[in-house]
C-alpha cells in the first residue's frame, strides 16, 4: 500500500523569501514517481514538479525544486522568492494509485 | 486546446436522489480517475480506469457509481446510499503509470456537489 504524509500546519511567508514543504512517503514498489500538485482556492489542481525514483537528480521547474532523500522516503517541495500568487493548498502524490497527502497550506504576505 | 471538462461546476442533490457527473476529457488518455475532497482535506480516491470497459473501486467506492463506455468520458454517479455527498469531486486523466515514464494526471476543475 502507499501512503503519503504531510503534516506542516498552515505556513505563513513573506514575499521573496524561500518555503519548504514537507512531504514523506511509505510505498513497497521499487519503481516510483513522486508529484506535487499545487490548489489555489478556487480549486483546480495545478502540476508543479515530478521526481523519479531513478532520476539521480533532484528536479527542478522554475521556482520550485524538489529535495529528494530516498533512504529518508522524503520528497521536500522548496519555492523560491515567494510570490503573493503562491497563497494556496500543496499537495505531494505518489506514481500507481496516486495516493494524495492532506496537504500544505501556504499564505504568502506583502 | 486539449483538457478535461467537469460539468455542472455546482450540483444540488435531494434526500433519496440520483446524480451524475460529467467528466470528458480530449487529451487521447486512457486513464482516468475519480477523487473526492473534503474541506481541508487532500484527494481521496473513489474509482479509476485504466481502459475502456474497465474500472476499479479506489479507497471510498462505497455509494458510487462509474461507466467507461468511451476514451473521452468517465461520469460518476452518486447514489442515495452515500449518505454525506456533501464534497468537491475533481475528475483527472493521464497516461498509465505501466506504458511510459510516469506522467502526472490532468485535473477539471471540479464539482461541488451539495445537499438540499
Known amino acids: 500500500a502507499q501512503k503519503i504524509t504531510q503534516t506542516q500546519p498552515g505556513m505563513f511567508v513573506q514575499e521573496k523569501e524561500a518555503v519548504t514543504l514537507d512531504c514523506t512517503y511509505d510505498?513497497?514498489?521499487?519503481?516510483?514517481?513522486l508529484f506535487w500538485y499545487k490548489q489555489p482556492s478556487s480549486g483546480e489542481m495545478i502540476f508543479l514538479i515530478y521526481?523519479?525514483?531513478?532520476?539521480?537528480q533532484n528536479a527542478t521547474e522554475g521556482r520550485y525544486s524538489l529535495n529528494f532523500q530516498k533512504a529518508r522516503k522524503s520528497a521536500n517541495l522548496v519555492i523560491s522568492a515567494s510570490q503573493l500568487g503562491d497563497s494556496a493548498m500543496y499537495f505531494c502524490?505518489?506514481?500507481?494509485?496516486?495516493?494524495f497527502g492532506k496537504g500544505n497550506q501556504v499564505v504568502v504576505i506583502p | 486546446d486539449g483538457g478535461i471538462t467537469q460539468s455542472p461546476k455546482y450540483l444540488f442533490r435531494k434526500e433519496g436522489q440520483n446524480v451524475t457527473l460529467s467528466c470528458e476529457q480530449n487529451?487521447?488518455?486512457?486513464?482516468m480517475y475519480w477523487y473526492r475532497q473534503d474541506p481541508g482535506q487532500g484527494l481521496r480516491l473513489i474509482y479509476y480506469s485504466q481502459i475502456v470497459n474497465d474500472f476499479q473501486k479506489g479507497d471510498i467506492a462505497e455509494g458510487y457509481s462509474v461507466s467507461r463506455e468511451k476514451k473521452e468520458s468517465f461520469p460518476l454517479t452518486v447514489t442515495s446510499a452515500q449518505k454525506n455527498p456533501t464534497a468537491f469531486y475533481l475528475c483527472?486523466?493521464?497516461?498509465?503509470?505501466?506504458?511510459?515514464?510516469?506522467?502526472?494526471?490532468?485535473f477539471g476543475d471540479g464539482t461541488r456537489l451539495s445537499i438540499l
Open positions: 510505498t513497497s514498489d521499487p519503481s516510483y514517481g
Open positions: 502524490a505518489m506514481t500507481g494509485r496516486l495516493a
Open positions: 483527472a486523466s493521464s497516461i498509465p503509470h505501466d506504458k511510459v515514464e510516469p506522467q502526472p494526471q490532468h
Open positions: 521526481q523519479g525514483s531513478y532520476d539521480q
Open positions: 487529451l487521447n488518455h486512457d486513464a
